[in-house]
């Protein structure tokens, strides 16, 4: 059994894209066991880009990450030893405490992953946080339509593949963007019915008009920058945008880009709609209960990009930003 947790902190708030210095592997001792707490070894820990927001000292919807502390974000773990009746040693269990290998907590930090042959860390992925926010997004947000046009930006990852796959199966058609050959065709084994490399398209605008020539009702924003005046372009009359992420702009240093063109806003009574995922969590169980089955049956799929080993978790995080993952970014611990 572990008696330290190695973790990786935060040593000094980055400028632009995090670099591997701006983190550090500690080693902290791990508490002797309180009654009511439970010890869990973490095997998979989720790697998000949300957690760029944290690592600065901006205020936001979550408080910043705190220097020379443990960073925290989601983990899937196996109870080590337990004071808690709820918890027995070999549950494998959900927490917030990741960016490490081994911590004691309260037994209130843990939820048990429900009872199903799917390998535990889809609950950090497609079962998890970012499969929740898709389907609030086109569920409880946009209240998506069979028949109607669907465009997804950052649509190779976490949320997009979920949004992608969620919104065939609500009967849409549904376009993708995203940044490499190898997941264009990704995303099509998916059923997105066209998809644009970004980085190979240098007009957004003509392509979005070739692609969507009767118009785009709803766009499922995750990156921002030049996607999102384009896809201002092509939404309908009354068109939606679910405004999940502008990931473009997390590394910006101030230097938000725009949209240039929200006049169509006007023109168009575009209804345009911040998310946040944790307004919806009372909804988990009935997300669970359509997609558990759906991916048991394999009716829904997921892919995961894994790297090996908590010392690779700053390079892993950084990569989010550089599109090194296709589905759910992961980190491994053995
Ligand atoms: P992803 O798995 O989608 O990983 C990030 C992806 O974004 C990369 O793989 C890359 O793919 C793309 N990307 C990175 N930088 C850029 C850029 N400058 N321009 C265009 N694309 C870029 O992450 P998640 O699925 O976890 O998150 C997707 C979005 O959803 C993020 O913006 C995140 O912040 C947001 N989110 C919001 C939540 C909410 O409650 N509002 C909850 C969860 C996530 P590519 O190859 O396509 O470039």
């Known amino acids: 059994m572990n008696a330290i947790s190695h973790q990786i902190q935060l040593l000094r708030r980055p400028t632009g894209l995090p670099t591997l210095e701006d983190f550090a592997l500690?080693?902290?001792p791990l508490p002797a066991l309180q009654e009511g707490?439970?010890?869990?070894?973490?095997?998979?820990?989720?790697?998000?880009?949300?957690?760029?927001?944290?690592?600065?000292?901006?205020?936001?919807?979550?408080?910043?990450?705190?220097?020379?502390?443990?960073?925290?974000?989601?983990?899937i773990g196996t109870v080590q030893a337990s004071r808690h009746p709820d918890f027995k040693v070999g549950d494998k269990v959900s927490s917030m405490l990741g960016w490490r290998d081994a911590f004691v907590a309260n037994a209130a930090q843990l939820t048990r992953l429900p009872d199903t042959t799917l390998p535990p860390q889809r609950f950090l992925g497609a079962l998890g946080m970012p499969g929740m926010t898709a389907w609030a997004g086109l569920h409880k947000v946009a209240h998506l339509k069979a028949g109607e046009t669907l465009l997804v930006s950052a649509a190779s990852?976490?949320?997009?593949?979920?949004?992608?796959?969620?919104?065939?199966?609500?009967?849409?058609?549904v376009i993708g963007s995203t940044g490499s050959a190898d997941k264009v065709a990704y995303l099509k084994t998916l059923g997105?019915?066209?998809?644009?490399?970004?980085?190979?398209?240098?007009?957004?605008?003509?392509?979005?008009?070739?692609?969507?020539?009767?118009?785009?009702?709803?766009?499922?924003?995750?990156?921002g920058?030049?996607?999102?005046?384009?896809?201002?372009?092509?939404?309908?009359?009354?068109?939606?945008?679910?405004?999940?992420?502008?990931?473009e702009q997390y590394n910006s240093n101030g230097q938000a880009s725009g949209p240039r063109n929200l006049s169509q806003?006007?023109?168009?009574?575009?209804?345009?709609?911040?998310?946040?995922?944790?307004?919806?969590?009372?909804?988990?169980?009935?997300?669970?209960a359509e997609a558990m089955p759906a991916f048991e049956a394999g009716t829904?799929?997921?892919?995961?990009?894994?790297?090996?080993?908590?010392?690779?978790?700053?390079?892993?995080?950084?990569?989010?930003?550089?599109?090194?993952?296709?589905?759910?970014?992961?980190?491994?611990?053995?």
């Open 26 to 28: 500690r080693d902290v």
């Open 37 to 75: 707490e439970v010890q869990v070894a973490n095997q998979w820990l989720s790697v998000d880009p949300y957690m760029r927001g944290r690592m600065s000292e901006a205020k936001s919807y979550v408080p910043p990450f705190p220097l020379n502390g443990p960073l925290d974000g989601g983990a």
């Open 157 to 173: 990852g976490a949320v997009g593949t979920m949004a992608v796959q969620l919104a065939k199966q609500a009967g849409a058609r």
């Open 192 to 223: 997105a019915d066209a998809v644009i490399n970004y980085r190979e398209t240098p007009d957004l605008d003509a392509e979005l008009a070739r692609l969507a020539p009767e118009g785009i009702h709803v766009y499922f924003e995750n990156v």
């Open 225 to 247: 920058g030049a996607m999102l005046d384009a896809a201002l372009n092509h939404l309908v009359v009354h068109g939606r945008i679910v405004l999940c992420g502008l990931i």
């Open 265 to 288: 806003v006007i023109r168009k009574r575009i209804l345009m709609q911040g998310l946040l995922v944790s307004d919806h969590w009372q909804h988990y169980g009935a997300f669970l």
């Open 300 to 334: 829904l799929q997921a892919e995961e990009t894994v790297s090996e080993g908590l010392a690779s978790m700053p390079q892993a995080f950084i990569g989010l930003f550089q599109g090194r993952n296709t589905g759910k970014m992961l980190v491994r611990l053995p």
